[in-house]
Structures are given as structure tokens and as C-alpha cells.
């Protein structure tokens, strides 16, 4: 993957002769560092949250949907180097799946949640089967290709789907039998951050253990990696149905809490969206996402107090990005401090 | 209507759309060929024709020529190289410094498609505005009528194709791309091409190419600023269904796509049609990456 050029090893690898115990000792006290810094992430956050005015309440949980999302896309594309151009079609699946469930069968929220979440991983397996038997360029325009088969048999079912325009799921105030009430925001932000602290762990667990290590092995060498005996279809295709998973989450979640289902979060541009955000965080940085989509949600936010040509903003960021700072945010930081702990 | 005139009609209107189309695609396809990369802006580029002929050919009527031919000529000498001067920009500026790598490079391509979009949507607005054909002309048999100015289309289109077979077969220009084309390396080390100006001269080029074919289309169909989106996935549709790189294919793919997309719309919704573009695109990717008619690639 050239976008992003890859950070410099991780620490000594396992095995490693010299420095022996008293690397493996510094790079145990460095996990340390690292993970109490990403649990501490979610906590500052739950802990700010009172301290904000209201409106920027609201978007604090926007904010962790989608950067739910965001850490998805991240798996595939910071850590194993594919460049897909079709992640809207996960994110939607997961909010039509979701969507669809409550409003016209009725299913309990859990439920219609789960069902989202497995709605995008089947597609997301389905369409990664056929996709990774190609690569580079190709790889990006049968993933965006999908993605718009996808969007346009939303506009084309419109009897179930409501087109473009899309349906409003109703408040939900009951779930799994015990009260939860939807209509209340802290009740929304804390759903929204326990959606992104469960998928944070996760990223981080994975990224740390043989599984990153085998991801980050991939993006810089197929080959290498097929000569280890390892099979890289594999952890591409595991890659890819994870974040297809966290995307479709994201979407369920977001039908849930906001009440809207709509043709628009399936467009291309969402795909790009999720590029842009782990762009602009760092890619290969498990709190890159986060942050990229923080920043450009209120970036974003005020331009389109100014203009109705946001979107002009999100061109020139992209362009900025590849030419001026490949690595985003984080990944600058920790290649140029070497923050080593910083995954 | 009989069955005869319709048929008619639904192959000249397909036509018309396979020249316009194989104008644009070609464009594209030059692009990828010489350069190996993939121009997510080229629908931007063919918008960018269509506004500025809007631009050229009321600024014409604003000086006191009421000529429509006028301002028509005006805007398909002066709107192309207008486009091509913004991709020139665009080359100098972003993709040169990217080295062209292929991933970088369709990333800052999104970039450019928004900004030139967004920028366009503020000079311009988004009102879809139209040019007025050059001449207006009905071709009136007692059987059948259409407009003369869609038969004058096909054929300028055809004979801009010729030419650019003819300049990429018999010149030196020609030969120069092509050599490019084949090994970048080889061209730069024996035949001491400057390759970094055949690459701005083709990418320029492109973007023009696109222009020419929004020109043509704009009495047609009026200037709008999303009016590139569709003739940039179908362009993709027909590079990668007649080969990526592959001039021949991109023309019969143009004439297949733009003819049956007219008796496709007759059996399916527009929308399905689309549906199964898309994801015959795909599927040709995926298990026949070289094109339904290229061959395999080098």
C-alpha cells in the first residue's frame, strides 16, 4: 500500500537476539503505556460528555457512530493495505437491515441491531470473496462497483426502501423487554460509546496480537508472507468481513439511535467519507479514526455555515493529505517521535 | 409508430450516444494507458467543457453577435483547451508530485472531482443551462424525422476519432505516446523521450478530449455541475469492458454500450440497466481483467 508508507517496526520482533530481556521488558512496559492510553480515550470522553453544551452533545454520539465506522474501514485499509472504495454498502446494509426490521416487521431493537450486523457481514463476505481475487486499482472499482449495485437497488426497490428519500424508524423506547429510552440523548451517547469502545478493544486486540502482525505483513509484502506459510486470502478475507462487521454496526446503530434511515448514507461519498476520516487520523493508528472523524465532522460542521460547496472542503483535504501528510495526524506523530506505544 | 422508424430512431439515438461516449472514454482510456493511472476527475473534466461552452457562447451573445453558429464555434475552440488548462494545473501541481503512484493518485483524483464540483457549483450555480445548437436543421423524411444536428454530432465525432488513430499510428506524437505507453522506462533510457511532458501532454489531452464531447453534447443536454458523474462511470463501464488500455476495444465497447443501452431502457427500468452495468463491470474485473475484447495485458 503506497498511500500511506508504512511506519517503522513495531518494536523488536519476537525472537529477536540482541537486546534480549531488556527490550522485551521495555516493550511490555510500552503495551503498558499504550493500552492505558486507549482505555483512558473512552473514559475522558464519558467524563467531558456533562461538561459539553447540548448541541455538541448530540454530536458526540454522532461522532462515535461514525467513527465506529471509521475503525472498521481502518482494519482493511490502514492495517492490511487494501483500498476499498465500496464501504458504504456495509454501513448501509447495517442501517437498512436495522431499519427495515423495526419498522416493517416489528422486530425487538436488539434484534433488528443483530440482524443489521449480520446483513453486512454476509455481504461483506460475499462481495470480499469475489473482490480479493483482484488487487490494486481493479480491487477499488469492483469494491465501489458493488457498492453501487447496492445503492442504486435502494433507489430502484423504492417501494420498500423509500428511495431517496428513505423512512424515519420510530423512537425506540423498549428493548429486549426492559425500558431504553431512545428519545433521551445521554441514553444515545452512551449507547453510541459502548458501540465504539467494544470495536476500539477489538481493533486494539487484534492489532497487537499475530493477527496485526500478519495484517501489517501483508501490506508490505504478499509475497513474503505466502512464503511463511501463512494464506494471505485469508487474512484478507477476515480483514474485510471484520470491518464490513464494524461498518454494519455503525449503520444499525445509527438507524436505531437517529431514528433516520436514508439512500444518501449508501453513496459513494460515504465510502470516501470513511477513507478521509482515516486519512486524516493516521491510518495503521487504532485512535486515528477517531480523531480524523472528530475533526472533520466539525470542520465539515462549520464550512457549511459559510457555503452550501462543503464538500469542496473534503477535496482539498483529501488532496492536502496524499501530497503534504500521508500519514494523517497520529501516524506523523508517532513517526516522527517514534511513539512506539501509539498502535 | 411502426416498428421500422422505431428501430431507426432507437439505433441513431444509440449511436449518437456511442459517439459522445467514445469520445469521453477515450480520453480516459489515453490516460490510463500512457500514464497507468485512473482519473476519478474525468467526468469533471467533461462538465468543466460543458459550463465553460455555456460561459464562451453568452459571453459571444453579449457582445452583439445573435449567431448561434458563432457561439457555438466559439465554445468547441475555446472551452476544450479551458478544461485542458485546468487539468494541465492539475497535473503540475498534484500528480506529478505524487510520482503517478496508481493508489495516491485515485485519492487526490476524488479530491480534485469535489473541489472542481464544489467550485463550479459556486461560480456557476445549480442551474442547468443550455447552448443553442448551431444550426437548426430537421432532417424530414415523410416517414421519419430527426435532428440534423444530432446526424452532424455523430459524424464530427467519427471523423475526431479517425484522427486521433491516425495521430497515434503515423506521427511522431504518436509514436512518442505509444512508446510511453509500452515501457515508461525504455522510452526515458533509449529513446530518450521526456516522458514526465508526454505525461502532461497526454493528461491534458484527455481532459480536452472529454470537453470536446460535452461541447457536442451541451444543445443536446444542458450544463449542469453534477453532469459529469454519469459519463464518468460510463466510461469507466466501456475502458474496463473493452480493455483497459486497449483503444480498440474502448470503440467497440463504446458502439456495443451506447447502442444497446437504448433497447436495454425498453426492457428494463433505466435503474436496473444500471444495476447490471455496474456489476458486469465488476465481474468482468474480477474474472476477465484484460476486457471482453483486449488482449492479455503486456
Redesign the interface.
Known amino acids: 500500500m503506497r498511500t500511506v508508507p508504512s511506519p517503522p517496526e513495531k518494536g523488536p520482533l519476537p525472537g529477536g537476539r540482541s537486546g534480549g530481556d531488556d527490550s522485551a521488558s521495555r516493550r511490555r512496559g510500552g503495551e503498558l503505556v499504550g493500552f492505558s492510553l486507549h482505555a483512558a480515550v473512552p473514559l475522558a470522553i464519558a467524563l467531558l460528555y456533562p461538561l459539553l453544551p447540548d448541541y455538541h452533545q448530540g454530536n458526540a454520539a454522532r461522532i462515535l457512530v461514525l467513527a465506529t465506522y471509521a475503525t472498521g474501514y481502518n482494519l482493511l485499509f490502514g492495517y492490511t493495505g487494501l483500498l476499498s472504495l465500496g464501504h458504504a454498502l456495509y454501513l448501509g446494509a447495517g442501517l437498512y437491515g436495522a431499519g427495515l426490521a423495526v419498522t416493517s416487521f416489528g422486530l425487538d431493537p436488539v434484534l433488528a441491531w443483530l440482524l443489521g450486523v449480520l446483513l453486512a457481514g454476509t455481504l461483506a463476505a460475499l462481495v470480499g470473496a469475489l473482490a480479493l481475487r483482484t488487487t490494486g486499482v481493479a480491487f477499488m472499482i469492483v469494491t465501489m462497483m458493488f457498492a453501487q449495485a447496492g445503492y442504486l437497488s435502494i433507489l430502484h426497490w423504492n417501494r420498500y426502501t423509500g428511495g431517496d428519500e428513505g423512512f424515519v424508524v420510530p423512537t425506540v423506547r423498549r428493548a429486549a423487554g426492559v425500558a431504553l429510552d431512545l428519545g433521551s440523548g445521554d441514553v444515545r451517547f452512551a449507547l453510541a460509546l459502548a458501540l465504539y469502545s467494544c470495536c476500539l478493544g477489538i481493533a486494539w486486540a487484534l492489532v497487537r496480537g499475530d493477527t496485526g502482525r500478519v495484517w501489517l505483513a501483508l501490506r508490505d509484502s504478499e509475497e513474503r508472507l505466502e512464503l511463511l506459510g501463512h494464506d494471505p486470502f485469508r487474512h484478507k478475507l477476515l480483514a474485510f468481513v471484520l470491518s464490513g462487521l464494524m461498518a454494519g454496526a455503525a449503520g444499525a446503530a445509527y438507524a436505531l439511535l437517529f431514528g433516520y434511515v436514508g439512500a444518501s448514507f449508501a453513496t459513494i461519498q460515504y465510502s470516501i467519507l470513511a477513507l478521509l476520516w482515516v486519512l486524516v487520523g493516521g491510518a495503521a493508528t487504532v485512535l486515528g479514526p477517531l480523531l480524523g472523524t472528530a475533526l472533520m465532522f466539525y470542520l465539515v460542521d462549520i464550512v457549511s455555515g459559510y457555503t452550501t460547496a462543503w464538500l469542496f472542503v473534503v477535496g482539498a483535504v483529501l488532496v492536502a493529505l496524499v501530497l503534504l501528510a500521508p500519514r494523517g495526524l497520529l501516524g506523523t506523530l508517532q513517526h516522527r517521535y517514534r511513539w512506539r506505544w501509539l498502535p | 409508430m411502426e416498428f421500422g422508424p422505431y428501430l431507426l430512431l432507437a439505433t441513431l439515438e444509440g449511436l449518437l450516444m456511442a459517439a459522445v461516449l467514445a469520445l469521453t472514454a477515450l480520453g480516459l482510456s489515453l490516460v490510463f494507458g500512457v500514464l497507468r493511472i485512473?482519473n476519478v476527475a474525468h467526468g469533471e473534466f467533461y462538465m468543466l467543457g460543458a459550463v465553460s461552452a455555456w460561459w464562451i457562447a453568452s459571453l459571444v451573445a453579449e457582445i452583439g453577435i445573435s449567431s448561434p453558429a458563432v457561439a457555438f464555434v466559439a465554445a468547441l475552440l475555446l472551452a476544450p483547451p479551458l478544461a485542458g488548462a485546468v487539468a494541465f494545473a492539475a497535473e503540475r501541481l498534484?500528480l506529478r508530485?505524487?510520482d503517478y503512484?496508481?493508489?495516491?493518485t485515485?485519492?487526490?483524483t476524488?479530491?480534485?472531482?469535489?473541489?472542481i464540483?464544489?467550485?463550479v457549483?459556486?461560480l456557476y450555480g445549480p442551474d442547468a443551462r443550455p447552448v443553442r445548437a448551431p444550426f437548426d436543421l430537421r432532417l424530414d423524411l415523410y416517414w421519419f424525422g430527426w435532428s440534423g444536428y444530432k446526424l452532424a454530432v455523430i459524424v464530427f465525432a467519427a471523423v475526431l476519432l479517425l484522427v486521433a488513430r491516425w495521430v497515434l499510428v503515423n506521427t511522431r506524437a504518436g509514436l512518442v505516446m505509444r512508446a510511453t505507453e509500452i515501457d515508461t522506462e525504455m522510452a526515458r533510457a533509449v529513446g530518450g523521450i521526456d516522458t514526465r511532458r508526454v505525461y502532461a501532454a497526454v493528461f491534458t489531452l484527455g481532459a480536452m478530449l472529454a470537453a470536446v464531447a460535452a461541447v457536442l453534447i451541451v444543445p443536446i443536454q444542458q450544463a449542469h455541475y453534477l453532469m459529469g458523474l454519469d459519463p464518468l462511470?460510463l466510461s469507466?463501464v466501456v475502458v474496463?469492458v473493452g480493455g483497459l488500455g486497449s483503444l480498440r476495444g474502448t470503440l467497440v465497447a463504446a458502439l456495443l454500450i451506447g447502442l444497446s443501452d437504448g433497447i436495454v431502457s425498453v426492457f428494463f427500468?433505466p435503474?436496473?440497466a444500471?444495476?447490471l452495468a455496474?456489476?458486469l463491470?465488476?465481474l468482468v474485473?474480477?474474472f476477465r481483467?484484460q476486457g471482453l475484447f483486449g488482449e492479455r495485458s503486456r
Open positions: 485512473v498534484i508530485r505524487l503512484r496508481p493508489e495516491p485515485i485519492v487526490a476524488i479530491g480534485l472531482l469535489y473541489m464540483q464544489q467550485g457549483l459556486t462511470l469507466f474496463i427500468a435503474t436496473l444500471k444495476i455496474t456489476l463491470v465488476a474485473l474480477i481483467p
